[in-house]
């Protein structure tokens, strides 16, 4: 190879670099591509899901034989026991024997509803809520029983309780026997509680 060979390719490749260094001057260094970042913001800016707030409350009067009857505020989940405790417990005018028969203790309570506690002699507005108004009898009044004294008894379940609730809601019951007529209990059932209610 010549010396003139030589310089004309010394020449080109100098001319190269100075074109490559002149484009890298005008788009810049080539950098690698940072990572994604997360889409969620680190510092809670995405909102969470709402935590779940405390249970409600329920709203009950407690009335009868009771130290301190009236309106109170229970927890969700609460039982008729709850609410008679937070209304002071039992008075001494309470009829404790009508009460174990009348008073689901461990039925769970409803916003709304009230409890009538039997007292002595069955006086107070709603004697007949839980009994049939009587002197102390206990027994439960078929007629105007609340669901948890329906409960109580033996051998009646939720489903036989409906099914009083809305027969004497349609009509009285005038007699015991209309409770198997009506298809309301079975004979068997009728036998087990027949000594413990009444029809007023």
Known sequence: MTLVDRLAIGTLA???AVM???VWLAI????PAEPATDLFDPFGSVSAAPSTGPPGTLVVDVEGGVLRPGVVELPSGSRIADAIRVAGGYSRDADLA??????NLAALVTDGQQIFVPVLGGSGPGASASTDGGAG???VNLNTASPEALDALPGVGP????KIVAARTEQRFRSLDELVTRKVMTS????KVRDLVTLG
């Open 28 to 31: 810049g260094p080539v950098l």
């Open 188 to 191: 068997s059932q009728l036998e």
């Open 98 to 103: 009508a009460a174990a028969a009348a008073v």
């Open 137 to 139: 009898s206990g027994l």
């Open 14 to 16: 100098a001319a190269l």
């Open 20 to 22: 490559g260094l002149g």
């Open 159 to 162: 489903v036989t309780v409906q």
